[in-house]
């Protein structure tokens, strides 16, 4: 295999409102606004350049309200690596996070799958935290995942996110094909 110019499908999930969209935007686009159009289904391409190699991005920016339907188990099933986003300023969102996750094992069928759980909001976290950053991170060690606070808003740690999920999957990667 060509190890320049890796492809890898990034889907991201989490309950609505909880930032993807705005997460996508200010990684790929360097923009952020109050307001994101809940669209179906967006993809988009960035090329990122980590540890002297290119990987070409497919990022899925899904807006289902279902979890569990057809359409989300085909993305799931196409990607690569996946980050699943809840707000540290909303519980039920972060109480999703395992329902999520376990969808995609299932569906993968093996516990081996490159996750980052990311607790978004935190340029709110004075007023509006809900849940801590310890309890993410036990969470994230739970399920044996990755795991980041960030802030879409003022670009906080989400280059972090991406080359993070992209260094895992890698590493997994080289485990795979021994
Ligand atoms: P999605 O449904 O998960 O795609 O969420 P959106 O990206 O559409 O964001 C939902 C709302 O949360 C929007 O009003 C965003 O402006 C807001 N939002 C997203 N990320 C942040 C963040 O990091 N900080 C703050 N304060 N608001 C955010
Ligand atoms: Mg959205």
Known sequence: MNIKNKK?????????GVGKSSIVQQ???????TQYTPTLEDS???KL?????IYNLDILDTAGQEEFCDL???????GNAF???YSISCKGS???VKNIRDNIIN???????????????????EKERKVSKLEGINLAKQLNCIFIETSAKQNLNILEIFTSLVKDWNKKLSTWKK
């Open 8 to 16: 890898c499908c990034i889907c991201i999930s989490g309950e609505p």
């Open 27 to 33: 990684f790929v686009n360097k923009e952020f606004s």
């Open 44 to 46: 988009y391409f960035y």
């Open 49 to 53: 350049d980590l540890d002297e190699e």
């Open 72 to 78: 989300k188990n085909n993305y799931i099933l196409n």
């Open 83 to 85: 980050i699943i986003v």
């Open 94 to 96: 972060f109480k999703e």
């Open 107 to 125: 569906l993968k069928n093996t516990e081996d799958v490159p996750i980052i759980i990311v607790g978004n909001k935190i340029d709110i976290e």
